[in-house]
């Protein structure tokens, strides 16, 4: 009878649970799962009476959250817990890998109440694993322990949303749940698992299931040079960057028409509000427009929010002129990472060869850096900003004329 009892008081307990964090209006993420590193003891709402005891290590869902005491649900009990004695937990997320449903239990004791089972690939979040080989985890809207065997740390894909309506995240693989949040176009994810149709993602503190068709995988280039696609007739893909510049880029503009030559130009949007006339004339010309940021900061320094609106931005200045995006990514000063490398969804370019030219400037060392470095599919590096640059131009296309290259576009050369 005893025993009957204390089931039923722990049953009532996890529904009580249950129910207050709904009429509280939590939704799964902004649950809290806090350790106690030395122990506490949990006190009723007299904060005097000792009710249970959290040992070290020990894990409590915080309720609600007071100056000095938190209101905490630990096992089979509702108490109080001085906030001094809480710690924050990193939690983490692995996928169902056992054979059947694993049960979940109220406490990390192999005889303890059941309170659900998981199902099978699907994921949870994982606060912690304790000594005696339980993690305690949480899944939709309950927390327990389940088996830490039963659970693995998954692969992680990045991807981005292609569908321009979005993608819809529901917590359950069933469209018939409710969406819990829409993912805008060109939010980039982590991807957990694609199976049946869906992914589990996770991007900003928001997780939970989209249907993968809304994905598709983010395609960029890798490696600190690029190097073009060596072909049977010799070729060679001129780039510019930092531009454009009213008259620089205009000279080089009639130097490259002189010679019937194709260039890639890596404009920064700043230059762009200058000159939008100048970027009209790149596009109507036939020449490739690239993405250099918008005012060409060491994207590594900067915070990641930061260095994504530095792309977005010179991709919506370039959109509006022209009407459409730059088909590729060079970053400033050939520094990125692979956060920076994961938001974009064009080819990052570096090159081949280095002129220099931002350096000398210096018609005659333009000169001679191309003649030492180029071969069939290199990826020539060279500023529309540098009147020197524009003076040497004509040498250097005189030159490699004559050695039988053609000039394509960075596009045209890697493929």
């Not at 997320?93 to 059947?100: A, F, G, H, T």
């Not at 249907?211 to 893909?237: C, E, H, M, P, W």
């Not at 500023?383 to 005189?398: M, S």
Request: with cysteine.
């Amino acid at each position: 009878m005893k025993k009957c009892w204390l089931m039923i008081c722990m049953i009532i307990t996890a529904l009580i649970v249950f129910q207050w964090s709904h009429q509280q209006g939590f939704a799964a993420e902004q649950v809290q799962v806090k350790t106690l590193l030395n122990g506490a003891n949990l006190y009723s709402e007299d904060y005097l009476t000792v009710v249970n005891i959290v040992p070290k290590n020990g894990f409590v869902l915080i309720l609600e959250e007071q100056e000095v005491w938190s209101k905490v649900s630990y096992q089979n009990e509702i108490g109080y817990v001085k906030n001094a004695a809480l710690s924050h937990t990193k939690p983490t997320l692995k996928r169902v890998v056992s054979q059947s449903s694993p049960i979940v239990r109220l406490t990390n004791e192999k005889h303890a109440q059941q309170i659900g089972t998981l199902e099978l690939n699907t994921f949870v979040t994982v606060y912690a694993d304790t000594e005696n080989g339980f993690s305690l985890i949480q899944s939709g809207d309950f927390f327990g322990y389940v088996y830490s065997t039963v659970l693995a740390t998954p692969s992680i894909t990045k991807m981005v949303v292609h569908d321009k309506k979005g993608a819809a995240v529901r917590q359950l693989t069933d469209m018939s749940q409710p969406i819990s949040t829409t993912l805008v176009h060109k939010t980039v994810v982590d991807v957990y698992s694609l199976a049946n149709g869906w992914a589990f993602i996770q991007a900003d503190g928001i997780k939970g299931y989209v249907i993968d068709s809304k994905l598709k995988a983010i395609t960029v280039q890798t490696g600190k040079y690029n190097v073009g696609v060596v072909s049977t007739s010799k070729r060679v893909a001129l780039t510019f960057d930092d531009g454009p510049h009213p008259k620089v880029t205009r000279q080089i503009l009639e130097t490259l028409n002189k010679y019937n030559a194709l260039a890639t130009f890596f404009i920064t949007g700043r230059r762009v509000e200058i000159s939008p006339t100048v970027l009209k004339e790149i596009a109507a010309a036939g020449h490739e427009i690239g993405n250099h940021t918008y005012n060409h900061p060491k994207l590594t320094t900067l915070k990641l929010k930061e260095a994504k609106s530095q792309i977005d931005l010179t991709n919506k200045l370039v959109k509006s002129i022209i009407g459409i995006e730059p088909s590729l990514f060079r970053p400033p000063y050939g520094a990125y990472n692979e956060q920076i490398q994961a938001q974009l969804e064009v080819p990052l370019i570096m090159w081949s060869v280095d002129t220099l030219d931002w350096q000398h400037r210096n018609p005659q060392k333009l000169l001679q850096n191309v003649k030492a470095q180029t071969k069939n599919g290199s990826i020539i590096l060279m500023h529309d900003v540098h009147q020197t640059t524009a003076d040497g131009l004509d040498a250097v296309l005189a030159y490699l004329t004559q050695q039988g290259y053609e000039f394509v576009t960075v596009s045209e050369i890697l493929n």
